[in-house]
Structures are given as C-alpha cells and as structure tokens.
C-alpha cells in the first residue's frame, strides 16, 4: 500500500520559513518524478514544484522562484520543501505526489501524478 504522508506546516508570519517534508512508503521511491501541489480555499490545487527521480532539472511555479526548494533523499525515501521569504498568499494546504510515468522529466500537470498524500496546511500570517 502506498502512503505519502507530509508534515512540517504551520503558522508562520510573513517573511519566516518552513520545511516540508513527505515520506513515502510502498514504492520504489526512486523510480517517481515527486512534486508538491498546493491549494487554497476556492482556487485550484496547482504545482509549487517538482523535481525527477533523477533529482535533476526541476520546476518551479514563477510565484516561488527564488523563495523555495525541492530536494529528495532517495536513500530517506523523502522529499522536501524548504519554503522560504514566505507570503500570505502562500497559504494552502500542501500536498506531496508520486508520479511513475516513463518522461525523462518532471511535470506540473496534476494528471501525471499517480499517488497524492492528506495534505499539510501552511499559513502565513501578515
């Protein structure tokens, strides 16, 4: 059975930082491209980022650039968010995914992603 379960949110005030972490279990973790999606209240969950099972080139949403950083360790089985120069309208619920598609490289399409976890809520506080 495969699990992906997150944790590292919080309340945090605007301009601190967080890290999110996901670990994974039932999987061969270093065969998924992984990535974290967010959603807030009334909006769509988008990609915040993704990075390959390669840990090579990764994604970013142009809201993020700059701020945050995907990292997995395959040997831990965990990816990471480190989230950084955080903003109010970085609040979300945070969620981790597993794709296991046969692409060189990673995708910010929700429709690749075969395994989701529960989610961790970020706020930020202004």
């Known amino acids: 059975q495969v699990q992906l379960v997150e944790s590292g949110g919080g309340l945090v005030q605007a301009g601190g930082s967080l890290r999110l972490s996901c670990t994974a279990s039932?999987?061969?973790?270093?065969?998924?491209?992984m990535a974290w999606f967010r959603q807030a209240p009334g909006k769509e969950r988008d990609c915040v980022s993704c990075?390959?099972?390669?840990?090579?080139?990764?994604y970013y949403a142009d809201s993020v650039k700059g701020r945050f950083t995907i990292s997995r360790d395959n040997a831990k089985n965990t990816l990471y968010l480190q989230m950084n120069s955080l903003k109010p309208g970085d609040t979300a619920m945070y969620y981790c995914?597993?794709?296991?598609?046969?692409?060189?490289?990673?995708?910010?399409?929700?429709?690749?992603?075969?395994?989701w976890g529960q989610g961790t809520q970020v706020t930020v506080s202004s």
């Open positions: 995914a597993a794709d296991l598609s046969s692409y060189r490289d990673c995708s910010g399409s929700r429709s690749r992603y075969n395994y």
């Open positions: 039932g999987l061969t973790f270093d065969d998924y491209h």
């Open positions: 990075i390959p099972w390669s840990a090579g080139t990764t």
